[in-house]
């Protein structure tokens, strides 16, 4: 029993870091039904801004977050003028849109690899030690990841439903067209939500980067996010969340009883199998084809 | 030789893949990014018949070739029946999902197929002129499938779905055909690659070797097979010349997707394809002018 809470802490632990990403999915595509692939690149730059921003400048924990959330922030903007704001522009499928993702995000990764080296790197040590509950140990770090994201997630909520620049956001995801005809600023809208995106991956690019290592290719953790909120629900914030939780919790039983080489199958074999059979997940909205 | 060789029996490798991919992407308008994952399926089936059932090589390459378009109905099927069920971005996705399901399968199993070790001992049996004729083989099939009935209903499938239906295209068979022929190419593509490199490693088959695919298919253009069997080629022989950039290679690919989405979405040679017609015609006005 023991171990199995153990297990369970840790599953949830992981999942909180999947569902900061998992939410940025979920809310691009709400607004713009495309999958947003530049996450990855997100993610690193959020980590290795926070690293260098410790190791090099020897900022406190803190301001290296609030450094990581910056430089991250102005990337997403960057990519969403240079590489999604022209194909919106001339109404280009949703596909070329995510080919362009995929080619910001091929190419901010590789340049990462190229400038700073593909070598894994030890996060300096934030807090150490853990708790104790019961023979269950929590660790301290851990516990400040899982509270920040649901912090962070409280006040995304805020925003979305109790802001003027949220009721934007929520209006653009029911329909863009009518939303920018009733005075909806739309590129100020992308801004929003590509920045509120940017300060997601960069917390989680933070605590993923502390929890294992910072490394140019840990972006590719973002896959699972990916699946996690395919999960809860193409588009879906709560939906995500959920998904994502779910995932790293069943991930890491997987892992634990069965065996950790069998993890990533299980995790691609049950993103095949919501997308074939389940493809508007546990709580995403029945998308009717209609003329 | 043998270096000149190298490249130009990769290159016609990389140009069947792409092929195949340029059917399904280019002309009916679905996306995969798992494309690696069937030419993973084409070399293993291939790899494993030859050795442990001792069937020959001209056999085993098509019925890799048939291994791979059979395990593409299992993503097929569910996928596209219905009304258009698992549109755009989604599909692709289902696609990442299969393609490292595959990989990570043989990764773990080890009885016959070698797992993470990977498969060892296959005899070098694809030589240029074999790859070669495939390649070719390869162009010459698509162009007259793309200029068929079934290549008109891929064509209108592509540019709008409820139009071509509407014409009394079937949507079902039309996707699921050319998904079936494209993945078929790539698993002949696959089982030529192993019996090339006389060594099969699931790491082989990764997410980069379908994103090279695809940048073959994005760039060298829509609706065209001389486009993306010309970038295929030099997407392999170009990196060969240029062995100071190889660390810059993959941020190139991604600057060039980015620009070649915002300013010329049809890509190298979109909407045009080899027509002899045409260059017929040309000279026959040459020489009626002469």
Known sequence: MVFFLQQLVSGISIGSIYALLAVGYALVYSVYNFTNWAFDAFMVTGAFAAFYGISLYAMPFPVAIAFSIVMTVALALVTETVAYRPL?????????????????????????????????RKFPEITAGAYRLGGVSVGRMDLFAAGFACVMLCLLWLFLERTKFGLGVRASALDTVTAGIMGVNNNQVALIIFGISGVLSAVAGVFFGAK???YPYLGTVTIKAM?????????????????????????????????????????????????LFFPSGLMGAKRV??? | MGYLSTICILSCINITAVLGL??????????????????????????????????????????????????????????????GKLRGDYFAIATLGFSETVRLLLNNTYPHFGGAYGLTGIPPLTSLPVAAGVAVLALLGAHNLM????????????????????MGVNLFTTKLKALFISAAYAGVAG????????????????IGLSSDLLAAVVFGGMQSLIGPAVTAFLLVAIPEFLRFLVEWRLIIYGILFVVVMVYRPQGLLGYRDLDFSRFWRAVHGLRGRG
């Open chain 2, 191 to 206: 089982a030529l690659f192993g019996f090339y490199m006389t060594y099969l490693s699931p790491g082989n088959f990764g």
């Open chain 1, 289 to 291: 084809v209609k003329l």
């Open chain 2, 22 to 83: 340029a059917v399904l992407t280019g002309y009916t308008g679905l996306f995969s990014i798992g494309h690696a994952g069937f030419m993973a399926i084409g070399a293993y089936s291939s790899a494993v018949l030859f050795l442990e059932l001792n069937l020959p090589f001209w056999l085993v390459v098509p019925l890799g070739g048939l291994a791979a378009g059979c395990s593409s109905v299992i993503i097929g099927y569910p996928a596209f029946r219905g009304l």
């Open chain 2, 147 to 166: 200029t068929s009935q079934h290549g008109k209903n891929c064509v209108a499938v592509g540019q709008d779905e409820v139009a071509a239906q509407m």
């Open chain 1, 212 to 214: 294992y290592a910072v």
């Open chain 1, 88 to 120: 919106r522009a001339h109404n280009a499928p949703r596909l070329f849109m995510m080919i362009s993702a995929m080619g910001a995000s091929l190419a901010v990764v590789n340049i990462a690899n190229l400038a700073f080296g593909g070598s894994f």
């Open chain 1, 227 to 275: 699946i996690g909120s395919i999960i809860g629900g193409i588009g879906s914030l709560p939906g995500a969340v959920l998904g994502s939780l779910l995932l790293g919790i069943l991930e890491t039983m997987i892992s634990s009883y069965i065996s950790s080489v069998y993890r990533d199958l299980f995790s691609f074999s049950i993103l095949v199998v919501m997308l």
